[in-house]
Structure formats: C-alpha cells, structure tokens
C-alpha cells in the first residue's frame, strides 16, 4: 500500500535551517508528483511547494521563495524539504502529500513537528 | 490568490445526524477543481473528495460533495462516531499557489 515515512521531530533556533525527508514505497515513486503542506498552531493547512519526481522540476509559493528548497532522491524514494533562516512562525507540523492528479492529495504522510524557538 | 472560507467553524451535532459544511471562495475558479479532507488530531489528512464531487477510493457513500463557481458543500448524511473530526477544503485551480479553508471542526454534541 502507499506509504509515506517522514523523518522526526526537530526543535531548531532562530535563524537555523531544518531539512526534512519523506519516503515513499508501495508505488512508482516518479509517477506522481510531491507536495509539501505545513500546518502552524490553530492555522489552516499551507501549501508551500512541490517537485515533479520524474524531472526534479519544482514550484514553490512566493511566501516562501528564497528560503524553500525542495529536492528528491530517486533511487531512494524520498522528497526532502529544506527551509532556511527559520523564524518563531515557522514552527508547524509538515506534511508531505502525494498529488493524484490536478492538484488534489491522494495519500499525506504523517507529519513532522518542527519547533523553531530561541 | 484565491481565499477559502468556511463556515460554520465549529458544527455540534449527534450521531445519526445530517451534517452540511459550506466552502465559499473569493473568486470563482476553473473545472470545479475542489478537495475535501478529513483531518484528525496525530493523523494524516484523508482525501474524502476530489472535483468538487467525486468520491475518493475507500470513501463510504455518506460522504457527498456539491456546488460550482464560488460555493461548494460537503455533506455527511448520517454521522458515525468516526466522522467527527476537522474537515478542510482545497482549491487547485490553474495557478498557484493551492489554498486551504481554515476547517470546520465537526464534534459530538
């Protein structure tokens, strides 16, 4: 079945960069895009980017230009997201998202607890 | 940027019960691209509906979607204990970025 593992909790200062990771398996894992979605403390669900598994190719929201990067490894069915200078308001749970079709998100992994604190 | 809002924020009703949960957006948007999710606390969120009104694989049919151009509803007709959760909308119209409704938290009255 479809599964995504996502890596563990971080707790990063100020300033820090975080770099999670997200594995795939039950599916060909360039045959669907990824996204990556964050959910901040009583906020709504954030889209922040994606990546085309099978090209590399990505996009990412202007909220987050310049600070986003998304990548993947194909031989190891896995999508990182790495954001840079991490402030107080970053600190959310981020999921990754396998996108079906059209944009929707058939399967999410687990999430990943990210506390950015001084 | 197209804004989701929905409403109510918080719907208190029993099991058995009806459920209607109201997704409006700022602009209309293209092919009623439209998702519904199903969000509990420590889980992962489950697609419920995708198009505005297509079921998902897995989805019981109590689950329905509707609506077209800014108004869009999910509807649960006979609520199970496990359907009380939070539940957001999704739009995915041509241009980025995808945005989120802030959710509607269905709970036991």
Redesign the interface.
Known sequence: QVQFVQSGAEVKKPGASVKLSCKASGYTFTSYPMHWVRQAPGQRLEWMGWINTANGKTAYSQKFQGRITVTRDTSASTVYMELRNQKSEDTAVYYCAREKGWGYFDHWGQGTLVTVSS | EIVLTQSPATLSLSPGERAALSCRANQSFS?N?L?W?QHKPG?????LI?GASTR??GIPDRFSGGGSGTDYTLTISRLEPEDFAVY?C?Q??AS????????TKLEIK
């Open positions: 092919y691209y998702a999710y889980q992962a969120p489950r697609l995708y998902a694989t957001y999704q995915y119209a980025l970025p995808y945005t989120f409704g802030q959710g």
